[in-house]
């Protein structure tokens, strides 16, 4: 199109990038236009650097500008108001979003703050920092957001990445001299002189910047003397503020104890312990993140052991690469769906902060208790070493949440152990009985052997039953249900009931061998199709509950090949023809079948394409913008 004489290609993004720190400002204001119109708004702000020829600005080089939390959406509309091609960065105190640095505040915002206090107005009338906060500005901008790319050497085995965009080196050694600082002008002696001045961010945020920056991932190294025994790892949870008016302890107590996180201790944050867990932990930021509403300062600290950490699924570990344990971030979630269901949608905030491993974890605890850190030391030694190798080990079946399960030399032979650890002895006492009493009446479940203050012990059984074909044989699968009923009939659920918790023995034929969660009804039990065996126990259900899926699809189906109400009330003729059915649904139409894994491969490599379709064209459009802007400003 032409206007007024001149030309301009007009060209339509349908699928905008979204909100970021990068904004543009109008090219007809200038450098000294925008420096008014911040000053007339009276927006609190700094321009961090390079900002020496103001308000000259070099082409292709951009500004960084830090602004009060309060300003944000001012400075952004303000910038935003006309047409813009001249970039800034935009980085908000606390890392509000859309104006932080890799999911963190581009400083900690303690510091942030500090440097908005004593800034002043340079001859350009731009807001920069005052000389020592620009000294120790640059410097951790080097260290931590550049490092290697700084162009600055190290010591280490970390060499300059090729030329940098700046000359570091000369500005910090002019502006160490105008403070009178000794500097040493490398990666390491600037990072000893941020540390010296309190300006080195805490242990989490290090870990988030090692993301970008190998320099600083070599900083952080795992002390072996801080790891547990027996695979174990130390959590640290942060329940927030607003999470702690909504849950109360108890409830928040009760979630670490489903998930088996043996708590050391679960407390109130009061005094300087609060006020250094809101300054240092989580870069100082506790504002509302992608949330509508912030959930408010750390208010309890949980301190627990984990007996049977799970390895980051692989989407968790790209999404959070430093974390250690999934069962950390499946607790922090469960919180989150939990207030999810007490708030209105836009109330919700993020409940809980927690550390990403044992390391960070003893890092948190440095900082917020260090007096106490000896002791919390010597007890997670001992909690963990709950779960050592029994005494005449043979082999070793699983480890899990709350036990271990082993083959040992009993009296007679080889037996079964189950070692409990003494903060879950109430599955402990579950077992015992099962065993004990119930195996007296119901001949499925195997008599106990012997036991102690921490394990109990049972026969070993030669398990035949076919794992890795589905469905199982019928007359097995009935017989399962026979022995459900008959503890159900009893006034017994098993709760955790699955086929996975029987074994078949050629002699002793089916025995059902894991009871934990056994849950009697002292006023008797309901409808058996609608007990906790086969699915979510009822509403007003006070028993434990195991983790993870209880529904019937998630446990039996694939086993049984049949409905709920088929396996239960049906006659074997019923339930034959109905897993002929079923099998054949499994080669055609059923999820997981050939047919319907096809489609579902071809579908997401359908979308992928006009992604990347849409992403090419938003670049050229916007390559093709910028270009077309800077022929215009180009006399001649």
Do not use: C
């Amino acid at each position: 199109m032409s206007v007024a004489g001149t030309s301009f290609e007009v060209l339509e993004i349908t699928n905008p990038r979204p909100r970021a720190p990068r904004i543009y400002y109008s090219p007809a204001w200038g450098a000294t236009g925008l420096a008014e119109r911040l000053a007339d708004a009276g927006i609190r702000y700094v321009v961090l650097r390079w900002f020496e020829t103001l308000p000259h600005v070099d082409e292709g080089e951009d500004l960084d500008i830090l602004v009060a939390d309060e300003d944000l959406e001012r400075t952004r509309a303000l910038v935003e108001s006309e047409p813009g091609t001249e970039p800034i960065d935009l980085y908000s105190a606390s890392g509000l979003p859309y104006s932080d640095f890799n999911d963190a505040a581009y400083y900690p915002p303690h510091l942030a703050e500090q440097i908005l206090a004593t800034a002043i107005v340079h001859e350009s009338g731009f807001s920069v920092p005052a000389s020592v906060e620009h000294l120790r500005s640059l410097a951790y901008h080097a260290v931590y957001h550049k490092g290697a790319a700084s162009g600055l050497p190290s010591a280490g085995q970390h060499p300059p990445a090729g030329a940098a965009d700046h000359d570091y080196a000369a500005h910090l050694e002019r502006l160490a001299a105008a403070n009178g600082v000794d500097l040493v002008p490398t990666l390491e002696g600037l990072d000893t002189y941020l540390a010296s001045v309190g300006w080195r961010p805490p242990e989490d945020t290090l870990r988030r910047l090692a993301t970008h920056n190998d320099w600083v991932r070599a900083l952080i190294q795992d002390d072996p003397d801080e790891t547990l025994p027996e695979r174990a790892e130390l959590a640290v949870f942060l329940l927030r503020e607003r999470a702690l008016d909504i849950l109360g302890v108890d409830d928040f107590s009760r979630l670490l104890d489903h998930f088996g996180f043996d708590a050391l201790l679960v407390e109130p944050l009061t005094g300087d312990a609060a006020s250094r867990a809101a300054r240092q932990l989580r870069g100082g930021n506790w504002g509302q993140g992608p949330f509508p509403v912030s959930g408010g300062e750390p208010a309890v600290l949980a301190v627990a052991v984990h007996h049977a950490p799970i390895p980051p699924y692989e989407w968790l570990q790209h999404r959070y690469p430093h974390l250690t344990n999934a069962e950390t971030w499946e607790l922090k979630d469960a919180l989150r769906r939990r207030i999810e269901s007490l708030v209105p949608p836009d109330e919700r905030f993020n409940p809980v902060h927690s550390a990403d491993s044992t390391h960070e974890a003893w890092q948190y605890l440095r900082v917020v208790l260090p007096e106490r850190v000896p002791e919390l030391h010597d007890e997670a030694h001992a909690r963990a070493a709950a779960l050592a190798p029994p005494p005449g080990l043979i082999r070793n079946l699983s480890v899990g949440r709350r036990a271990r399960v082993d083959v040992v030399d009993g009296r007679q032979g080889p037996v079964v152990r189950k070692t409990f650890v003494p903060a879950f002895d109430r599955f402990l006492e579950r077992e015992v009985f099962a065993r004990r009493d119930l195996s007296r009446r119901i001949g499925a479940i195997p008599p106990l052997l012997d036991s102690g203050a921490t394990w109990v012990e049972s026969p070993l059984y030669d398990d035949r039953l076919p794992r890795d074909r589905r469905p199982l044989p019928l007359p097995v699968v009935r017989e399962m249900v026979a022995v459900l009923r008959e503890l159900h009939e009893a006034g017994y659920d098993v709760v955790d009931a699955k086929p996975d918790n029987f074994v078949l023995d050629a002699r002793e034929g089916l025995k059902l061998v894991d009871l934990e969660f056994l849950h009697a009804y002292p006023d008797g039990p309901g409808s058996f199709v609608e007990s906790a065996n086969f699915g979510e126990p009822q509403a007003d259900f006070d028993g434990d509950r195991p983790v993870g899926d209880m529904s019937y699809a998630s446990r039996w189906l694939s086993a049984t090949g049949m409905p709920l109400d088929l396996l239960v009330e049906g006659s074997p003729w019923q339930q034959q023809m109905h897993r002929a059915a079923w099998a054949l649904g499994g080669l055609t139409t059923r999820a997981g079948s050939p047919p319907r894994r096809l489609l579902s491969r071809a579908r997401p490599l359908a979308r992928h394409a006009r992604w990347l379709a849409r992403e090419r064209l938003t670049d050229w459009s916007l390559q093709r913008a910028v270009v077309s802007a800077a022929q215009t400003r180009r006399p001649g």
